[in-house]
């Protein structure tokens, strides 16, 4: 029994093996669309099934192509895969420089889930023909497609079929198929279903029909100068399915093209002439001393730094003209005028603080913590410079009702009262000022 499991187990990884060394041969021709499908369910049966019987295998695989013995594919080949569940696709246009030489490509499927590797060669061999390349070239940018969508056979047979419509060639052909962010655009933002859009460039062996050469007029290019869709006549053969940009079709006569050839020499096979033996510096060279240089390096930016600050420090200490000659310079009528005014200020101030004024009540606490009420803290005669901004509850409830007219009287007589002290209080003020000056 396990002999025969041992033998059932061989013959999978010779299977296995056999595939992932299995080549496959194509033939594309010069000058022609070449487009190869890397089918997902191509590689399934190279890697372990489901460890449940009956579950459908829809492993994530993703490839990757390059050219054998290189880390890249060839320039002319490019590859796509949107997603790992997606097919993926090679395509590209070779050219006559190809023609005879056989290019290997390397695929290499990654399983994502089980991180197993299988691995094929696909072997390029590029046919020339002689009625390739096609004389007359039109490249046109479909805005609603992908890359991707325009590489399918029956949406590139549509677009042929439009185009051949419109043209009315004897042979067409597909030359070449660019994805927009190969020519510099951007990705769109993922609303409305919008597309990164593709070039696709159609060779033919007549002259450009009257439909095409409409994009050429100055009235369709005065439109596309202001960002407005041209006026085309054979645009409703394509507008069912493809949204065609007509300001950005290229139209090529290929005969009349000037092929400029440079003046560049040729690069050669990359071999180095036999020169003979390599002989190396000899050890007696004497080693360069830098001591000379560390000090030009340190010394000179030090000077530098040392002249700027004795130049900042003189013109900020040795040039400060100082509180004696600005008083020199200043006339002693101003100075005089300016001292009595700062000694009048002075002795203001003093007599302001050496005047025993309390604090009125309104600026103390009327509460404790304790929720009672504080008793005033002077008596009830107060003089007429201590009044109270408020009296506590105490003080109203002693106070007794006063006439009005005896109210009236009273309030005049302490406003006069007041207005003469303060009259008082200013002219004696004023006469001590004066004297201070007068003595002066």
């Not at 022609?32 to 997902?40: A, G, Q, S, Y």
């Not at 390096?297 to 509180?323: H, K, W």
């Amino acid at each position: 029994m396990e002999t025969a499991v041992v033998l059932v187990w061989l013959s999978i990884v010779v299977v296995i093996l056999s595939r992932s060394h299995a080549d496959r041969n194509v033939y594309p021709s010069a000058g022609v669309l070449f487009v190869h499908v890397l089918e997902r369910e191509h590689f399934k049966g190279e890697f372990p099934p489901y460890p449940k019987a009956g579950d459908s295998s829809n492993d994530p695989i993703t490839f990757n192509t390059n050219l054998m013995g290189y880390p890249d594919r060839p320039g002319w080949l490019r590859y796509i895969q949107r997603t790992s569940h997606s097919d993926g696709v090679l395509y590209g246009s070779p050219t006559a420089e190809h023609v005879g030489k056989a290019t290997v490509i390397e695929i290499t499927a990654y399983n994502r889930r089980t991180f197993e590797t299988a691995r094929h060669n696909l072997v390029i061999n590029i046919m020339s023909t002689e009625e390739f390349p096609l004389p007359y070239q039109a490249e046109f940018f479909i805005k609603n497609l992908n890359v991707e969508e325009m590489l399918a056979s029956e949406v590139l047979g549509d677009f042929l079929g439009a185009v051949k419509n419109v043209w009315q060639p004897e042979r067409l052909n597909a030359i070449n198929i660019t994805s927009a962010l190969d020519r510099g655009g951007r990705v769109p933002l993922p609303i409305n279903n919008l597309k990164e859009g593709v070039y696709v460039m159609v060779g033919a062996d007549v002259q450009f029909s009257s439909c095409l050469r409409e994009v050429e007029s100055p009235h369709n290019q005065l439109r596309c100068s202001q960002e407005m869709e041209p006026v085309i006549s054979c645009d409703k053969k394509f507008r069912a399915q493809f949204s065609i940009d007509w300001c950005k079709i290229n139209l090529v006569d290929v005969t009349k093209v000037v092929t400029i050839r440079s003046n560049r020499p040729d690069p050669g096979p990359g071999v180095l002439p036999d020169m003979g033996e390599y002989n190396p510096p000899s050890e007696a060279l004497k080693s360069r001393d830098y001591f000379a240089d560390f000090l030009i390096t340190l010394a000179v930016p030090m000077a530098v730094a040392m002249v700027l600050f004795t130049i900042l420090g003189y013109s900020m200490c040795c040039r400060r003209e100082g509180v004696d000659k600005r008083n020199m310079q200043t006339p002693d009528v101003q100075l005089m005028h300016h001292s009595s005014i700062q000694k009048s200020t002075k002795e203001l101030r003093s007599m302001s603080k050496n005047r025993e004024i309390s604090w009125p009540l309104s600026t103390l606490p009327v509460f404790s913590q304790s929720g009672e009420v504080v008793p005033p803290l002077h008596p009830d005669n107060y003089e007429t410079t201590s009044m109270p901004l408020m009296q506590t509850q105490t003080n109203l409830q002693n106070q007794i009702q006063i006439p009005q007219q005896q109210l009236s009287g009273d309030r005049d007589n302490y406003c006069m009262s007041t207005f003469r002290r303060l009259e008082a209080s200013i002219s004696i003020c004023f006469c001590f000022r004066c004297c201070r000056i007068y003595s002066h």
